[in-house]
């Protein structure tokens, strides 16, 4: 990908979200939320400091995670719809 993310913000992919209910209804395109989970696809060099020195993320490439809503801006980088958040829009690294 030709695009770095600056600070502490993080570029995200949105997965897909289920097609049927667990009960077997199919959910057409129109009704379906959007889903808040994705993966890091980049991210930043960190957040400055008031001392200017840098603070790492806590989230690396490749991390799936949850985020609110209506969290991020969506972009569309190389034909992909993507979202730019900041680190703080993450609420959580979904592990196993």
């Known amino acids: 990908m030709g695009f770095r993310p600056l600070h502490d913000r993080v570029v995200v992919r949105r997965l897909d979200s289920e097609e049927k209910t667990k009960g ?13 989970e994705g993966v890091i696809v980049s991210v930043g060099p960190g957040a400055r400091d008031e001392n200017g020195k840098i603070n790492a993320l806590d989230v690396k490439a490749g991390d799936r995670v949850l985020f609110g809503k209506w969290s991020g801006t969506e972009v569309k980088l190389n034909g992909e719809d993507l979202l730019i958040m900041k680190e703080s829009d993450i609420m959580g690294i979904v592990e196993g």
Do not use: Q, R, Y
């Open 24 to 36: 077997g209804i199919i959910i057409p395109d129109t009704a379906k939320e959007k889903p808040s």
